[in-house]
């Protein structure tokens, strides 16, 4: 019966995101939000509620394992453990599609409720703007997609899911990426909707800012949770490969970076207009691009969902029909869109145009890379495009952006002069310079990650200068959160630059008893023994590992073998270290009695998390601070209008 319920609660939230559409439509075209046009908000909110129940019904039958439904016997089994049960729910198609449309929801009706900035009819154009992205995925899971279909008789046992997902990574990357994902889809409707009405004010930025905020954040800690859970599961030692669908996250990520610097000049100096716009429409097509290859089955990839080409149609149309109308609208509005307030070259505003400018460049190198292997296959043509290809190309616009970062928040707003901060500029280069040649002299390596390393060092001197000369106890938290947004990537590029310039691997076979040196470290097979878990049975390698000829440390990396489904696993051990990671994975059994085992060194591998964490709570900090400021301008407004109140009553 719950699953019923659920698949009734869609229909009805479908029909609400309709009337929401109409609604917000009509109040657009007469100006007054009464009658049919005054239900937009309700029916955003109300469809929230809906959605979230759906959702809810989705997870209990997962959780009881109600095997009648077609999605739980397909990837669920009753043995699973229940955090791998609740998590199943979205590591398949049709549940990852119900929990992106559960969030847009609940974000169309939080935007309902609380959102009191924008002239109304800017927000009743917004609305209907996420009312129309929304009845398109409706209209996908309830046609194409439905998640809560019963089989004709209950199946006996559940196929399992895929072991590389029965992972705690499951339950945190998926949910954080369709957040950022989400946010974007806000975004795109804030600018769909200021577009309609032209309205592209500071204040529209102040209403879409914490969306952006909020989107980029929980993309970031995406991207960060998805690459850690691909460095220890997959065994293969990495922890980024340009995968096409690990492209598909970034490329929203990349936009939504460029929108946020955009969309806070536009709050702050009224300037970017037409910049904030473009932005909002990329980053959403970018997220919708990214959903297309991962659920259309075009891509073979660990991370994709392969379904049939009618799903991948489906999704085809929506993109087609959203982002060709967004782009539409712009071509058509643009020219209406007034330039805003001017600023020098040598400004704030000029070194954020810049890097948006790199930001957008790095966006379509990874978008051709990503792209160019399904076009060249259509024509029966396979490539294949890596690191060789990604890896000098993307650094040839990341160098002269991270350069400009470093300098851009030491200028002012509107206009400055290079002679004001010639010492600080002096202190940026001879950083980069002295960091190059110490690592040259020092430790060799290819040029590349020698010159990310002294840019990484560089950076995160340069990352706390603006705090230099000011009242540290009354900087806004949005400056706090600047500086630790700046100084996280400076800490993950430490990290990246030194994994690929200091890693060492080993490959051995050894017999128990015997050891094998990597880096400082070195590993003995103590012995091998068989290991059961729930739905899982494994060979266990237990080996003592010693950091140079200090106290030995058990570890015990495993080979799994699952049986629901039927898969073969590597579970591999990380040790870590202030200066790096021990990574040890164990391999099959020789035919001369030998254990094969790889090892890895890993120096400053983990400087990639802590990175990407602190580059998260900069995001944070600053939606802390934004919303503080927006607080204290609302509050002035209100005293404002009570004094003019009280001038007209005498």
Known sequence: MIAELGHAALWLAAALALLQLVGGALALRGGEADGIAGLARPAAMLQGGLAGFAFFALLYVFAVTDLSVKLVAANSHSLKPLIFKLSGAWGNHEGSM?????????????IAAVERRLPEKTMQATLAAQGFVALGFYGFLLLSSNPFERLP???????????????????LHPPTLYFGYVGLSVAFSFAVGALLTRSVTPDFARAMRPWVLGAWVFLTLGITAGSYWAYYE????????WDPVENASLMPWLAATALLHSVSVLASRDALRVWTIMLGVVAFSMSMLGTFLVRSGVLTSVHAFAVDPERGSFILA????????????FALRASSISEGERFAVASREGALVFNNVMLSAILAVVLLGTLYPLLTEAFDVRVSVGPPYFNPVSAIFTIPMLLVMAVGPLLRWRGDSWARISKELALIAALVIAGLIFFA???????????????????????????????LKRLPIAVWGMVVAHFGIAVALFGMASESAFSTERLAALEVGQSATVGPWEVELASVQPVAGPNWTAIEGRMLASYKGGE???????????????????ESVLLTRWNGQLYAVMGNEANDGRWQLRLWWKPFVTFI????MLIALGGVLAIIGRVQQDLKRRSIRRKGAVRRADMETV
């Open 318 to 329: 929506l993109l087609a029909i959203y982002i060709g109308g967004a782009l539409l609208l």
């Open 153 to 171: 008789e209950p199946a006996m046992e559940g196929l399992g899911l895929n072991p590389l997902l029965q992972d705690i990574g499951l339950a």
């Open 609 to 612: 998390w802590y990175g990407g």
């Open 441 to 471: 002299l020092f430790e060799g390596g290819a040029l590349l990650p020698l010159l990310g390393l002294a840019i990484a060092v560089m950076l995160a001197v340069a990352s706390f200068l603006p705090l230099r000369g000011r009242n």
């Open 234 to 241: 997959l065994g293969w030692g990495g922890w980024w490969f």
């Open 98 to 110: 119900l929990l992106w449309v559960t969030v847009m929801a609940l974000a169309g009706g939080l």
């Open 552 to 570: 030995a440390q058990p570890i015990a990396p495993q080979s799994r073998n699952f049986w629901a489904p039927a898969q073969q696993t590597t």
